[in-house]
């Protein structure tokens, strides 16, 4: 017999269905509460309510475990590319090798931007920030790209689309920023070393592919490719729910990734660590301001939903320290990051509070060692949720059950009163 919710309104009994997902998590079914019983939830934030049956990402907060289409994010980190791990987000199960074959073939020939493009490009102010410029360029591709006749053909075509060409936008971005020469996608270079290349090469100084930045790379952007019902993912469902063009949905969860309490994050963890070194590099009076003071916070420590260490800070931790060893010179900034890191691991504050470095805190450090500039970070996170987004949406228009989204409210605002004409309301 399926379990029963039992509430009691007004002296009256109502059954609610429970639902439970595949791993137990248990769900009570409210969809029929306004009209059986008049009324709905309250849950700002919506912490504890589930808009969606899913099937692409299982997080578990508690016990800080991750998984993409039942695979733990140790194994994709370890043995899949960034590539192989969209294949699996977007379609459900990891490619053969004539799908892989077949899905990197797609994307290097949708690579290209148009060329009428970099007209927008040139004329966004110098100073405008990369993500306002990438949430425009991304909902201006519809206009550049109609729909296909044929409705398979024009999903699949659209996710390639956007894969490879938010890559190639991002770089080109970066370079008309600095007034350098675009430098275009390479047919004979992987997804993640064609972005270095972009970004880095010059006809000064050609970029030297390094195979450990291409991997951590991969590594990062494997890590960030979903996360379930975040911001930006619920943005992208919820703007989805209206059935609009994928290019639209995409751009509204760029803009939600790109707040700082979502997406920006990684870059407050730079810019924290820049302050620290401006007052004389000791991280240990902000560990104890931290401690002492409510209102302040260490950017890149603790997490909304990992109660234990977040499975993803693990694996780019190793990856780090790896990339910091490969730096030519050293950065203070990092000695800074590695400095905060070990007093926070053995603080007993920290640790009762369960206050672990996150992901944001080592990808910061990762992206820094990497090159990358800091108005960039957001945006290296945007082409690493691309995936998760285009599976999100994907799944919402295939699902039955999909409604569009109108949450309700509480008025709380003032009750019936009448216009009073201008002559009659005094000075």
Same mark, same amino acid.
């Given at each position: 017999?399926? @379990?029963?919710? #039992? /509430?009691?309104?007004? *002296?009256?009994?109502? +059954?609610?269905?429970?639902?439970?997902? =595949?791993?137990? %998590?248990?769900?009570?079914?409210?969809?029929?509460?306004?009209?059986?019983?008049?009324?709905?939830?309250?849950?700002?934030?919506?912490?504890?309510?589930?808009?969606?049956?899913?099937?692409?990402?299982?997080?578990?907060? @508690?016990?800080? #475990? /991750?998984?993409?289409? *039942?695979?733990?994010? +140790?194994?994709?980190?370890?043995?899949? =590319?960034?590539? %192989?791990?969209?294949?699996?987000?977007?379609?459900?199960?990891?490619?053969?090798?004539?799908?892989?074959?077949?899905?990197?073939?797609?994307?290097?020939?949708?690579?290209?931007?148009?060329?009428?493009?970099?007209?927008?490009?040139?004329?966004?102010?110098?100073?405008?920030?990369?993500?306002?410029?990438?949430?425009?360029?991304?909902?201006?591709?519809?206009?550049?790209?109609?729909?296909?006749?044929?409705?398979?053909?024009?999903?699949?075509?659209?996710?390639?689309?956007?894969?490879?060409?938010?890559?190639?936008?991002?770089?080109?971005?970066?370079?008309?920023?600095?007034?350098?020469?675009?430098?275009?996608?390479?047919?004979?270079?992987?997804?993640?070393?064609?972005?270095?290349?972009?970004?880095?090469?010059?006809?000064?100084?050609?970029?030297?592919?390094?195979?450990?930045?291409?991997?951590?790379?991969?590594?990062?952007?494997?890590?960030?490719?979903?996360?379930?019902?975040?911001?930006?993912?619920?943005?992208?469902?919820?703007?989805?729910?209206?059935?609009?063009?994928?290019?639209?949905?995409?751009?509204?969860?760029?803009?939600?990734?790109?707040?700082?309490?979502?997406?920006?994050?990684?870059?407050?963890?730079?810019?924290?660590?820049?302050?620290?070194?401006?007052?004389?590099?000791?991280?240990?009076?902000?560990?104890?301001?931290?401690?002492?003071?409510?209102?302040?916070?260490?950017?890149?420590?603790?997490?909304?939903?990992?109660?234990?260490?977040?499975?993803?800070?693990?694996?780019?931790?190793?990856?780090?320290?790896?990339?910091?060893?490969?730096?030519?010179?050293?950065?203070?900034?990092?000695?800074?990051?590695?400095?905060?890191?070990?007093?926070?691991?053995?603080?007993?504050?920290?640790?009762?509070?369960?206050?672990?470095?996150?992901?944001?805190?080592?990808?910061?450090?990762?992206?820094?060692?990497?090159?990358?500039?800091?108005?960039?970070?957001?945006?290296?996170?945007?082409?690493?949720?691309?995936?998760?987004?285009?599976?999100?949406?994907?799944?919402?228009?295939?699902?039955?059950?999909?409604?569009?989204?109108?949450?309700?409210?509480?008025?709380?605002?003032?009750?019936?009163?009448?216009?009073?004409?201008?002559?009659?309301?005094?000075?």
């Amino acid at each position: 017999m399926s @379990e029963k919710a #039992i /509430l009691i309104l007004d *002296g009256k009994t109502f +059954e609610l269905p429970v639902i439970e997902g =595949t791993e137990h %998590e248990k769900a009570i079914d409210v969809r029929n509460l306004r009209k059986a019983t008049g009324y709905v939830t309250y849950d700002p934030g919506l912490a504890n309510t589930a808009v969606c049956k899913s099937t692409i990402t299982y997080v578990d907060g @508690e016990n800080g #475990i /991750l998984r993409y289409r *039942g695979i733990p994010i +140790e194994e994709l980190a370890e043995h899949s =590319t960034f590539v %192989e791990t969209s294949f699996l987000l977007i379609n459900g199960h990891l490619p053969t090798q004539r799908e892989l074959n077949r899905f990197s073939v797609m994307l290097n020939d949708h690579s290209l931007v148009h060329e009428d493009m970099r007209h927008f490009f040139e004329n966004f102010p110098r100073r405008a920030h990369p993500m306002g410029i990438l949430s425009s360029m991304v909902n201006a591709l519809r206009a550049f790209y109609p729909e296909l006749p044929d409705e398979e053909d024009e999903i699949n075509i659209t996710f390639a689309r956007l894969l490879s060409k938010v890559r190639t936008m991002a770089a080109m971005s970066y370079k008309i920023s600095r007034g350098h020469k675009v430098v275009y996608p390479r047919h004979d270079l992987s997804y993640c070393a064609n972005f270095l290349n972009m970004m880095f090469d010059s006809p000064v100084k050609p970029y030297v592919i390094d195979e450990d930045f291409v991997r951590a790379l991969n590594i990062f952007w494997i890590l960030h490719a979903d996360h379930e019902q975040n911001c930006s993912t619920a943005a992208v469902r919820l703007v989805g729910s209206a059935k609009v063009n994928l290019y639209a949905a995409i751009s509204a969860g760029i803009c939600a990734l790109w707040g700082p309490l979502h997406g920006g994050a990684n870059q407050k963890v730079v810019e924290m660590l820049q302050e620290i070194y401006q007052n004389g590099g000791d991280p240990r009076p902000y560990l104890e301001r931290a401690k002492k003071d409510s209102n302040y916070r260490l950017m890149g420590f603790g997490h909304r939903v990992y109660k234990s260490y977040d499975p993803r800070a693990k694996i780019m931790k190793e990856m780090a320290h790896k990339v910091i060893q490969k730096l030519e010179e050293p950065d203070p900034l990092l000695h800074i990051a590695v400095e905060l890191e070990g007093l926070a691991l053995e603080d007993e504050y920290f640790k009762e509070k369960n206050l672990y470095p996150n992901v944001d805190f080592y990808s910061g450090i990762v992206l820094r060692a990497m090159g990358i500039p800091l108005n960039m970070f957001t945006v290296m996170f945007a082409i690493g949720r691309l995936p998760g987004w285009i599976s999100q949406w994907k799944e919402g228009r295939e699902d039955p059950e999909d409604r569009l989204y109108r949450p309700r409210q509480i008025y709380v605002g003032e009750r019936l009163r009448h216009y009073v004409p201008m002559r009659d309301r005094g000075i």
